[in-house]
């Protein structure tokens, strides 16, 4: 049964997000960690998670415009499943994934886990363990793992310095549109050398030995 593309796949999607986001509000209920009392919407969060965008936007375009061999894994999944999954997706349907991950993830990982883990570990603990099992959840690959990870303590440190999870919340969701918008818009499907011939990733995921018309 084909999914890509359809709308049963996008709300698969936006189901899987709500499940993460739900599993977050019952685990919040049950450990009484508080979480509610983070989502604190003030000027410091809402610029912090704006501004903390930029950075991590720009590393990642950099990471899939560079054949540096630890990026070519993570550039080869984009190509391989993210292009041909989503390329169909109108941009609505993008931001609102991209708002259902950064409200889900962020609830769960920095608002219960992070949050809950301090009180016991300490924050610079809290982080490190919080991030890991982040980007052990994301693992695609050993770099996309890594690249998770480290983005994962780069969420958790902004949500101890602007002191509410708004602003890890507002960042995930941005950096996850802004992410998609890019990719999908203003790239084209990369070439991967192989023993015997270049091989072009076209816009459906499938292999060709002749580059895709622009």
Not at 3 to 31: P, Q
Request: contains cysteine; hydrophobic residues 50%; glycine residues 8%.
């Amino acid at each position: 049964m084909k999914l890509r593309g359809t709308k049963k796949w996008y709300w698969m999607a936006c189901a899987y997000e709500l499940g993460i986001l739900l599993g977050g509000v019952v685990l919040n209920f049950t450990l009484c960690t508080g979480t509610n009392e983070l989502l604190i919407f003030s000027t410091q969060a809402i610029t912090g998670g704006v501004l903390a965008t930029i950075p991590i936007l720009a590393f990642f375009v950099f990471t899939i415009s560079k054949p540096i061999r630890p990026f070519t894994s993570i550039r080869r999944f984009l190509d391989g499943f993210v292009r041909p999954l989503f390329a169909e997706w109108s941009i609505p349907q993008l931001l609102l994934i991209s708002v259902l991950a950064g409200l889900g993830e962020e609830y769960l990982f920095r608002g219960v886990i992070q949050h809950g883990l301090s009180a016991y570990l300490g924050t610079p603990a809290a982080i490190i363990c919080t991030s890991i099992l982040f980007g052990l959840c994301h693992f695609i690959s050993p770099a996309y793992a890594i690249a998770a990870t480290a983005i994962g303590v780069y969420f958790g440190i902004e949500f101890i310095m602007c002191k509410s999870l708004i602003a890890p919340i507002l960042t995930h969701a941005l950096y996850d549109f802004a992410v998609l918008l890019y990719f999908l818009r203003f790239t084209k499907p990369g070439i991967y050398e192989t023993p015997t011939a270049k091989v072009f990733l076209t816009s459906t995921g499938t292999s060709s030995e002749t580059p895709p018309i622009p």
